[in-house]
């Protein structure tokens, strides 16, 4: 079953934004804690930003001020606004509860280019 589609990655230059977007098929997701995490090949998955039910976000400070986590519980998606993109958050995101509830989808491929 799958529980977590995401979409909207690219390529972009150093400096541009883009908007990943990831649809939850979990229960209770307006009671979740969502999450969107990156992985770069040979590296573990790291935590990027999160959201709490009450739609509080949080960020690792090597995005905060630049991304933007956001969701909507009617459509039960999870947006990450990504600004002034730099070369090292070239990546494959995923979404997530932030305890990793549940199996990770294909995640959305992020490159770019300086």
């Known amino acids: 079953q799958v529980q977590f589609v995401e979409s909207g990655g690219g390529l972009v230059q150093a400096g541009g934004s883009l908007r990943i977007s990831c649809v939850a098929s979990?229960?209770?997701?307006?009671?979740?804690?969502m999450a969107w995490f990156r992985q770069t090949p040979g590296q573990e998955r790291e935590l990027v930003a999160s959201?709490?039910?009450?739609?509080?976000?949080a960020y690792v400070p090597s995005v905060k001020g630049r991304f933007i986590i956001s969701r909507d519980d009617v459509k039960r998606t999870v947006d990450l606004e990504m600004n002034n993109l730099k070369p090292e958050d070239t990546a494959a995101y995923y979404c997530n509860t932030i305890d990793k509830e549940y199996f990770w989808g294909r995640g959305t491929q992020v490159t770019v280019s300086s």
């Open positions: 959201i709490n039910s009450g739609n509080t976000p």
């Open positions: 979990i229960n209770n997701f307006d009671w979740s804690y």
